[in-house]
């Protein structure tokens, strides 16, 4: 089938301890740190890693700062392996490291890894809910969530230049068998790995000139967790970059943080799931990026009571 999920991803970073921090703190496991480097890892197994000093592997930044520098893909089998391997080689470098992952880069430079998913279990037992006629919860009432634990990095999402675009796409759906499923002509290309059944597990947007990280996202079990999660995190002392809402394409519930290492971190849950009988939709122009944000009458200082 090819390519079923993000394995792992690597951020070129400037203040360790505050990365650490701010993912410790987002609720994921820290399994490894040095001087240098840490690394944390997902419910379902996937690495997100943090270097001050990246390695040769490793291709240079696409923007100033902390930012994301490769996402390593993972594929089912070796033959499929092999396939993507020589697809992605035919007009540049693949270096094969120790670890079983192939480098390479990508039209607008970013750094991209294929090697073998090792996915994880993690059962998940959504919480719950009741309504009339569909009484799941009786005599037990729900408590707080204590601590969010992301399931997995569910989509990585790249600003890229608007010029190139078409060959920045080609490269993902022609030589790894990404597959569009919204396309957004003035904002970018939502695209859905083979192996996947998220509505998308990536998202080119176009940017007039720059390139850069956009944000990655986590899955968590449910609503209460996307809450509960950034309610955390905003306790700790991080900036929320969006407010709670539930997206257009996609339909998933969000909350989005700044994050020390680049970019944006998402909260995300309940995605809409598809499957090879989804046609593409193309989108002459943005719908709006929201079905609903969160919004109360302080929103509006004009009315009185408010203030």
Known sequence: MGIQRIE????????????????DDF?????????????????????LHLDTRPGPA?????????????????????????????????????RASADGVHHTV?????????????PRPAPVTPRPANALGHVHRRNTPLAAITRVRPLR???????????????ALAFYTGRLGFRPTDVVEPMGVF???PGDDDQHTMLLCHRPDKAGVNHIAYEVPGFDDVVEGGNHMIDQGWQEARRLGRHTIGSNVFRFLHA????????AADMDRVDDTYETRVHPTTPPHHIWALRTNRDRQDVPGTA
Request: proline letters at 6%.
């Open 58 to 94: 490793l291709p240079p930044p696409v923007e100033r700062g902390p930012t994301l520098l490769e996402v390593v893909w993972g594929v089912d089998t070796p033959a499929e392996l092999d396939r993507l391997v020589a697809a992605a080689g035919r007009d540049r470098t693949v």
């Open 191 to 193: 695209l859905r790995a």
């Open 153 to 167: 990095m569910c989509h990585v999402a790249l600003n890229i230049p608007r010029e190139g675009k078409d060959e």
């Open 27 to 47: 609720g994921l496991f820290l399994t490894e740190r040095t001087d240098e480097h840490a690394v944390f890892e997902t419910l379902t197994g996937q690495t």
């Open 260 to 267: 020390p290492c680049g970019g944006r971190v998402e909260y």
């Open 106 to 118: 990508d039209e607008t430079g970013f750094g991209v890894g294929l090697t073998l998913a090792r």
């Open 8 to 23: 792992s991803v690597t951020y070129g970073i400037e203040d360790l301890d505050a990365c650490i921090r701010f993912f």
